[in-house]
């Protein structure tokens, strides 16, 4: 806190290439021009298009699994990266968005598809919610705050008046949705195609949104919320709806994930999901969408690494291959690609 | 006189941007020198290359010796005082603390307690604000406290930046002169950065000019104020 | 009303073992500007050493003074070796270093002391205090040695020159570097110092609730809560924190019907919130005011 006050009052020295007043993270934007972008994404979705088709079932549910953590991190890069909002309790988000399309389907008999719609809305007004309150939150004041929210959740969802509902600790099992239109695709194709057009529309509405003047004035508010305010940006309007919209990501993703994993518990649900958004958000680079990706492979993949390289230690390497990875991508993938597209550029 | 400052062809920037282009000057022991310029031209980044705040480039020689690419720290342990821009208070701490930590990388600890009397003596404000928040002083107060912080540390060179900056004109007048008078008789160097460049001229022996990251003018600060251009640019008149 | 007053002590004495933490958290954000998720694992490890060198024989006091030793020393280290090279790098990527730490310590204490609980002795033993059940010697003896460690503390930080250069580097690092403060072993020191003060907290905490390496996870939480709802910028408002804590969970589960057990956690969590809400700078942090 005392750094803060001092280096506002005094921002000119604060503000030297030493970096005391770090941002909470290096806003990374890899410039590479939007032609080259274009057929960067083309190619990728050609390969994504074509890979279950090469692919042994269980590893194209992984490849699910990725997006869907992909989605839940992107969500939470809108609020962190582009916001400056930061949040352990997006697992919550993320349960809610689980249990809605768990308590739709197998309670309700309702199908799949309208689960993520109604996932999203839900959660984006519990974020919106909560977000008022944190609103007067700052730095580790709001860390604390959602970390509160990620300790409740199991717990709640746990509790016996909603046990009807929510079946307690024992859960929801779901049935596996299959392919519509008679499509040759078994269930794992066919929910690896839905996640993945779920992912690119909600991609391409994130990027939409952070070249808007929305986005604009959320990270204006990132940068300097006194002078945003000032220039009469609804500080508070926008920060809650920022939070409200992260909530929706997380909510959608946690819907498509009930629904391929088949099967929500309390859990699943815990802070140790928050923590493994937060580390993915920040190896594939804060502020930098396509790096989602990189990061839910990261909370996918990583920890069975770990487990293969040594099952006693497993938790030290999977601690020194975060560490490795940190101390050669300061700023996660996204830094490590600016860096590779200056050097082709020849800066 | 033996040259105490010495920057020869100094460079400096912020990341990719190159700020200074090569910048030449000297101090005297005990002389006076000012670096005049519009907002924007330099300054505050040529005092913070001479303390390796910022990446540089060129020769900076102390006492004879290059500093350039040392820490901040080692520079202050060599005697350099930088009050920077915005004056750099402890603001949650007393002012007494502030003084303390002028003198804290000084071998000599025992003396810290009578130069800090000397102080008050300089200051009397200050011995009134005491034991009060550094962060609540006035801004001409917080300057004198900055000019006594700096002092504690006994430096060989002082480096100001902007010290008028945001005072009302009696307390500018007041602290130019405590500072004429600190030059004179504790014979203390002082490089002064200042836009508000006829005190500037008033106090220093030599003046330079810098625009846009290069020196355009130099000279003995009585020649300068004399120059036409630069009456009608900075002096106005 | 007796119950009360019952639950009030009870909270007090599992609040010492909070405020112990939260000494140790308030320490470390002191010097680093940021909470560190491996505090809780430090103070685990630290602790096994400390039960590692009883076990082979060295007398109790002997092994605490060997651990806290070794506690600054690693502390230091953990600084100059992990974060010094990446002292630049975003906040964010030292808290995901942070994390990367929480794992490895865990991983590491599990592998050489094994998960099974150990038991840890206490150098006050464990007789009932002034007659009452509900707090024993041992109890008594965390606070006074909480209360102790505060007063040295303070002591420190207000009449050492390195206590003022700890601070001056913490509060304003260019400014610290201007006057000739090594502000970067300031910051090793500070890791250090919590370290050692989260050694104590560990080796006083172990006779409570067992010794093994998942022993620390909820008690960082409430140590954390008791430092950020007394003011993260005040080590005395961190133990009256902590002590808070330890009442408030323990009402919630008493006078909470139905969800008060199941949810002590959260709800005291929940009070904290809204405490924040209020006084955004925690009960007794200095309230910041920003300018442009
Ligand atoms: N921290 C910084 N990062 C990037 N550019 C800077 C920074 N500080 C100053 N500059 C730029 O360097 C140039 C010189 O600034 P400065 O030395 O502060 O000028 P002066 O003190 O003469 O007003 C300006 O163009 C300014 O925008
Ligand atoms: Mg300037």
Same mark, same amino acid.
């Not at chain 1, 021009?33 to 074509?50: E, K, Q, Y």
């Not at chain 3, 954000?29 to 024989?57: C, P, R, V």
């Not at chain 3, 060295?58 to 992990?82: D, H, K, N, Q």
């Given at each position: 806190m005392s750094t803060h006050e001092e280096t506002v009052v005094h921002h000119d020295i604060?503000?030297?290439?030493?970096?005391?007043?770090?941002?909470?993270?290096?806003?990374?934007?890899?410039?590479?021009?939007?032609?080259?972008?274009?057929?960067?994404?083309?190619?990728?979705?050609?390969?994504?298009?074509?890979?279950?088709?090469?692919?042994?079932?269980?590893?194209?549910?992984?490849?699910?699994?990725?997006?869907?953590?992909?989605?839940?991190?992107?969500?939470?890069?809108?609020?962190?990266?582009?916001?400056?909002?930061?949040?352990?309790?997006?697992?919550?988000f993320y349960a809610v968005g689980a249990y809605t399309a768990a308590i739709m389907m197998e309670h309700m008999g309702v199908g799949y598809v309208w689960t993520l719609p109604v996932a999203g809305v839900i959660c984006f007004i519990l974020g919106f919610l909560f977000g008022l309150p944190a609103l007067r939150l700052e730095g580790v004041y709001l860390a604390l705050a959602t970390f509160a929210l990620a300790a409740a959740t199991p717990q709640i969802l746990k509790l016996s008046p909603l046990e009807h509902w929510t079946g307690g600790v024992q859960g929801i099992v779901i049935t596996k949705p299959d392919a519509p239109f008679g499509l040759p695709l078994n269930q794992d194709q066919w929910l690896y195609y839905f996640t993945l057009i779920v992912g690119i529309i909600l991609y391409i509405c994130a990027t939409n949104l952070v070249t808007s003047r929305t986005g604009r004035a959320l990270m204006a508010i990132r940068d300097n919320p006194i002078a945003a305010r000032s220039m009469g940006v609804n500080t508070s309007l926008y920060k809650a709806s920022a939070f409200g919209l992260s909530a929706l990501y997380t909510g959608i993703a946690g819907a498509l994930g009930a629904i391929i994993v088949q099967f929500v518990a309390p859990d699943s649900f815990t802070l140790t999901l928050s923590i493994g958004f937060l580390v993915g958000l920040v190896v594939g680079g804060v502020g930098w969408l396509p790096g989602a990706l990189f990061g839910g492979a990261f909370l996918l993949f990583v920890p069975n690494i770990a487990e293969g390289v040594s099952k006693g230690l497993s938790g030290a390497v999977y601690g020194l291959l975060l560490i490795a990875i940190i101390y050669v991508m300061p700023s996660g993938l996204a830094g490590f690609v600016q860096a590779i597209v200056n050097k082709v550029r020849g800066k | 006189m033996t040259k105490l400052l010495e920057v020869k062809g100094l460079t400096a920037g912020y990341g990719q941007v190159r700020v200074l282009h090569g910048l030449d000057f000297s101090l005297d022991e005990g002389g006076v020198t000012t670096l005049l310029g519009a907002n924007g031209a330099g300054k505050t980044t040529t005092l913070r290359a001479i303390c390796g705040m910022v990446k540089a480039g060129?020769? $900076?020689?102390?006492?004879?010796?290059? $500093?350039?690419?040392?820490?901040?720290?080692?520079?202050? &342990?060599?005697?350099?005082?930088?009050?920077?821009?915005?004056?750099?208070t402890f603001t949650r701490m007393t002012t007494e603390e502030n003084l303390?930590?002028?003198?804290?990388?000084?071998?000599?600890?025992?003396?810290?307690?009578?130069? $800090?009397?000397?102080?008050?003596?300089?200051?009397?404000?200050?011995?009134?604000? &005491?034991?009060?928040?550094?962060?609540?002083?006035?801004?001409?107060?917080?300057?004198?406290?900055? $000019?006594?912080? !700096?002092?504690?540390? &006994?430096?060989?060179?002082?480096?100001?930046?902007?010290?008028?900056?945001?005072? !009302?004109?009696?307390?500018?007048?007041?602290?130019?002169?405590i500072l004429t008078a600190l030059n004179k008789e504790e014979n203390a160097s002082m490089l002064i950065v200042e836009q508000n460049a006829a005190l500037a001229l008033g106090i220093a022996d030599d003046a330079y000019l810098l625009e846009t990251g290069s020196i355009v003018m130099s000279g003995p600060a009585k020649q300068i104020g004399a120059d036409e251009n630069v009456r009608r640019s900075y002096l106005g008149y | 009303m007796e119950l009360l007053f019952q639950q009030i002590l009870a909270g007090i004495s599992t609040g010492a073992i909070y405020a112990c933490m939260a000494l140790a958290v308030v320490m470390i954000?002191?010097?680093?500007?940021? @909470?560190?998720?491996?505090?809780?694992?430090?103070?685990?490890?630290?602790?096994?050493?400390?039960?590692?060198?009883?076990?082979?024989?060295?007398?109790?006091?002997?092994?605490? @003074?060997?651990?806290?030793?070794?506690?600054? %020393?690693?502390?230091?280290? %953990?600084?100059?070796?992990?974060?010094?090279?990446?002292?630049?790098?975003?906040? @964010?990527?030292?808290?995901?270093?942070?994390?990367?730490?929480?794992?490895?310590?865990?991983?590491?204490?599990?592998?050489?002391?094994?998960?099974?609980?150990?038991?840890?002795?206490?150098?006050?033993?464990?007789?009932p205090l002034f007659g009452s059940t509900l707090i024993s010697s041992h109890q008594g003896g965390m606070v006074a040695v909480t209360l102790g460690l505060l007063l040295l503390l303070y002591l420190f930080f207000s009449y050492?020159?390195?206590? @003022?250069?700890?601070?001056? *580097? *913490?509060?304003?690092?260019?400014?610290?570097?201007?006057?000739?403060?090594?502000?970067?072993?300031?910051?090793?020191?500070?890791?250090?110092?919590?370290?050692?003060?989260?050694?104590?907290?560990?080796?006083?905490?172990?006779?409570?609730?067992?010794?093994?390496?998942?022993?620390? %996870?909820?008690?960082?939480l409430y140590g954390f809560a008791g430092a950020v709802l007394g003011g993260l910028t005040s080590p005395g408002g961190a133990v009256l924190g902590g002590f808070a804590v330890g009442v408030i969970e323990n009402l919630a589960g008493t006078y909470i019907p139905v969800i008060g057990a199941e949810l002590k956690l959260p709800i005291a969590l929940v009070v904290i919130v809204v405490v924040l809400v209020f006084k955004p700078a925690g009960l007794f942090g200095r309230v910041v005011v920003s300018r442009v």
């Open positions: 604060g503000e030297s290439p030493e970096g005391e007043n770090r941002p909470i993270a290096r806003p990374a934007g890899a410039n590479t021009s939007s032609g080259a972008r274009r057929i960067i994404f083309l190619v990728l979705l050609a390969i994504a298009l074509i890979l279950p088709a090469l692919l042994k079932n269980f590893v194209v549910f992984q490849l699910t699994q990725t997006m869907v953590y992909a989605i839940a991190i992107l969500g939470l890069n809108l609020l962190t990266g582009f916001n400056g909002q930061f949040s352990l309790g997006h697992s919550a | 060129g020769e $900076i020689l102390f006492e004879g010796k290059n $500093i350039l690419g040392k820490s901040t720290e080692d520079v202050a &342990r060599l005697g350099v005082a930088h009050i920077p821009e915005g004056r750099g303390l930590l002028g003198a804290i990388s000084r071998k000599d600890q025992k003396n810290v307690q009578k130069d $800090i009397d000397k102080m008050y003596d300089h200051f009397p404000r200050l011995k009134q604000r &005491r034991l009060q928040q550094a962060g609540t002083l006035s801004g001409g107060e917080q300057q004198m406290l900055a $000019i006594a912080r !700096a002092l504690m540390l &006994r430096p060989r060179l002082m480096l100001l930046d902007e010290p008028s900056f945001g005072l !009302a004109p009696l307390v500018v007048k007041e602290m130019f002169e | 954000y002191q010097a680093i500007d940021h @909470l560190n998720f491996a505090q809780g694992e430090m103070a685990m490890f630290s602790t096994f050493i400390a039960w590692q060198l009883i076990e082979k024989g060295v007398p109790y006091w002997l092994a605490f @003074l060997i651990t806290v030793v070794v506690s600054f %020393i690693g502390g230091v280290a %953990i600084e100059r070796i992990v974060f010094k090279p990446i002292e630049h790098a975003p906040v @964010l990527s030292h808290v995901v270093i942070f994390i990367a730490l929480y794992s490895v310590i865990n991983s590491m204490a599990g592998f050489i002391w094994d998960f099974t609980v150990k038991s840890f002795p206490s150098p006050f033993g464990s007789s050492t020159s390195v206590g @003022l250069a700890m601070r001056a *580097a *913490a509060a304003n690092p260019a400014s610290a570097r201007l006057v000739g403060i090594r502000v970067s072993w300031m910051t090793a020191l500070g890791w250090g110092m919590a370290a050692a003060i989260g050694s104590i907290a560990g080796m006083l905490i172990a006779p409570v609730v067992f010794l093994e390496p998942n022993m620390m %996870i909820s008690i960082l």
